[in-house]
């Protein structure tokens, strides 16, 4: 309850216009905020911009937040922070678009075996994803983290929904790949 109460007079403070209470919530949230972002617009000098836009954002949205109890306000600036990333996206200066769909695989490709994560530091993971090809990092993210469907991540992306689920299983492959590499590679390290 004592959180509660100190993100409520957070946020009172800040609708008063008090700067320290601003810096407050940016420095309590900037690096988690950079994370999510981060896993759209991995280019720095984009990332960036999509965060001063939502902070900007933020700050003068504030008065529309409605408190819903502990990490409503995070999430509420999440939702703000990813819906920037996705405009930068949607704009089409932040990444090239998708790869197009190719018709070679017919979709008789087998699923990609599941590679063993347990020995593979989330950084790492994360790092992995920050680098696939901006079609398959977007529709990954948003399907993995975002919890969208297809016909959702189709609709944001203005792709078909076929793409969006033929971009999300090239993008496991790519990743189960690049975890098997990472595990044969450091499989000696630690012991």
Known sequence: MDEEVREKELIKKILDGDASAMKYLYDCHVGYLTAAASRYVPDEDDLKDVLQEAFVKIFTSMAKFRYMGRGSLR???????I????DCMGSRKCIEPLEPETTDDCGREEPPEEPEVENVPIEVIYEMIRHLPPGYRSVFNLYVFEGKSHKEIAEILNIKESTSASQFHRAKALLATNIKEYLTTNKNEGK
């Open 75 to 81: 999430a509420w600036m999440t939702r703000i922070v």
């Open 83 to 86: 819906n920037e990333a996705l």
